[in-house]
């Protein structure tokens, strides 16, 4: 029996669902909704990436309600591109209204049924 290949070690996440969030590089902001530990999308998506700032796939990686100037959209952005940012307050991405209660104490709270 061949011995599967070692686990990737997993990184702590340093943010939370319900957080709010800017990338580092590109200018959008959003609310986290989801975290992968490590990365789990397509190799096709990672490959996309210029080589010059793709990331390292061995870190979180979060699902975000994104928006810049022009749009709203998901993101999928690895833990080194994001820094916090619920000092510039709300974001206005349509799906927040029905995924999270509301906005207050710097962050988005999910609904008391979706919390653990």
Known sequence: MTPSP?????AEARFSIG???RHRIFDFRGVVF??????ANSEEWYQAIPESVRPSKEQPF????AENAESSYIAYVSQQNLLPDAENGPVNHPSIE????????????LPAMMRQ
């Open 6 to 10: 070692p686990m990737p070690e997993i």
């Open 19 to 21: 957080e709010v969030v």
């Open 34 to 39: 989801d975290i992968d530990p490590i990365f």
């Open 62 to 65: 979060y699902h975000l309600f």
């Open 98 to 109: 029905g995924y999270f209660e509301a906005w207050g104490g710097g962050r988005y709270r």
